[in-house]
Nanobody, 115 residues
Framework: QVRVVESGGDLVQPGGSLRLSCAVS????????MGWYRQAPGQQRELVAH???????NYADSVKGRFTISRDNAKTTVYLQMNSLKPEDTAVYYC?????????WGQGTQVTVSS
């Protein structure tokens, strides 16, 4: 049974940094493109960044130049390094396969950017 666990969220001041982790167990990980998604209160879940099985990356315009997605296939983990955080980055962050959502959704990790 596949399990997805996100971690690393926290309360941080504007301009701060966080590194999120998403550990996937019980399934095939390396063949899938993976994505980080976020959902703010009252809003739909949106794609933040994704990374192909080979390591190619793409970012939403709102985070380009500030966020970096990476993956470690040996550890079946995908990461999201977030720098220069803004209040509008406040959301629950989730990971899943890119577009197809093959894995079950995890509980997410809360990121709050506030002074």
């Amino acid at each position: 049974q596949v399990r997805v666990v996100e971690s690393g969220g926290d309360l941080v001041q504007p301009g701060g940094s966080l590194r999120l982790s998403c550990a996937v167990s019980g399934g095939i990980f390396s063949i899938y493109a993976m994505g980080w998604y976020r959902q703010a209160p009252g809003q739909q879940r949106e794609l933040v960044a994704h990374i192909s099985s080979g390591g190619s990356t793409n970012y939403a315009d709102s985070v380009k130049g500030r966020f970096t997605i990476s993956r470690d296939n040996a550890k079946t983990t995908v990461y999201l390094q977030m720098n220069s955080l803004k209040p509008e980055d406040t959301a629950v962050y989730y990971c899943n396969t890119f577009v197809s959502f093959v894995f079950p959704w995890g509980q997410g990790t809360q990121v709050t950017v506030s002074s």
